[in-house]
């Protein structure tokens, strides 16, 4: 059984099932899978780095130029 329980994605998905499904366990790591392919491979991240990239995102750090 898996560590993440409550997946969610981004309400501006649209109920599309293209997109990413994010989920944090209990020891506050971050997992995050493919909505398409729900029992395949999960990502993991620490909070920190997880924190490091929503921080990016905020910043634009990733916006294409």
């Known amino acids: 059984m898996s560590k993440y ?13 293209n997109c990413v499904e994010v989920a944090i366990a209990p020891d506050a790591s971050v997992g995050v899978r493919d909505s398409k392919d729900r029992t395949g491979p999960v990502l993991e991240f620490g909070s920190r ?9 905020q910043a634009g750090d990733f916006d294409l130029q």
């Open 5 to 17: 329980t409550n997946w969610r994605k981004s309400t501006r998905s649209g109920g599309n099932d």
């Open 49 to 57: 780095a997880w924190q490091e990239f929503i921080d990016g995102v």
